[in-house]
T-cell receptor, first 114, second 115 residues
């Protein structure tokens, strides 16, 4: 069974204090790894898709990287508006996988204090 | 261009009642996916539907839960005889073609509370 584990569960940063969130996965046949942002009372909002080890994507203060076992979401000089829950999800081709189904981790709750 | 619309946003039901959750996909999207987010858990896939067809319901409990996506109107997730363990946030997503890589967009969810 595909598994996605995110750490830490919660992270509190001061504004400007850079850090990284981790997503480790155990899957059979990774098709893609996805990062989403979720604000309270809202649905997941797409950030990045990574397909192969070594790939990197950037958007404003966020940078996502992928290895064969894990992905990191690096946050550089965060601002209070970056506070949200960050979700990692995988799309797989193994048993139970498909081109339309995502397996999510539990998320990391990021709080950035001014 | 409105996004994926879900209603109601909040729903309170007594044990044993029925809950109906609605999802109107984005304009031009004919593929709908339902996920459930239990407290302290990640989102879990429930069911994938196209217009008038259930494609994959492997994540949906066999009893009390059903889903439909009629030719006209929104997709409906129906939970009969709700129990406390059904309390969760239910999200739907839609896409214009089959697959996550085709603009898979989530709605804001329905928060179901069973009392």
């Amino acid at each position: 069974e595909d598994q996605v584990t995110q750490s830490p569960e919660a992270l509190r940063l001061q504004e400007g204090e850079s850090s990284s969130l981790n997503c480790s996965y155990t899957v059979s046949g990774l098709r893609g790894l996805f990062w989403y942002r979720q604000d309270p009372g809202k649905g997941p909002e797409f950030l990045f898709t990574l397909y192969s080890a070594g790939e990197e994507k950037e958007k404003e203060r966020l940078k996502a990287t992928l290895t064969k076992k894990e992905s990191f979401l690096h946050i550089t000089a965060p601002k209070p508006e970056d506070s949200a829950t960050y979700l990692c999800a995988v799309q797989t081709s193994g048993s139970g996988g498909s081109n339309y189904k995502l397996t999510f981790g539990k998320g990391t709750l990021l709080t950035v204090n001014p | 261009n409105a996004g994926v619309m879900q209603n109601p946003r909040h729903l309170v039901r007594r044990r044993g009642q029925e809950a109906r959750l609605r999802c109107s996909p984005m304009k031009g999207h004919s593929h709908v996916y339902w996920y459930r987010q239990l407290p302290e858990e990640g989102l879990k896939f429930m069911v994938y539907l196209q217009k008038e067809n259930i494609i994959d319901e492997s994540g949906m409990p066999k009893e009390r839960f059903s889903a439909e996506f009629p030719k006209e109107g929104p997709s409906i997730l129906r939970i009969q005889q709700v129990v406390r363990g059904d309390s969760a946030a239910y999200f739907c997503a839609s896409s214009p073609a089959a697959g996550i890589n085709y603009g898979y967009t989530f709605g804001s969810g329905t928060r179901l509370t069973v009392v």
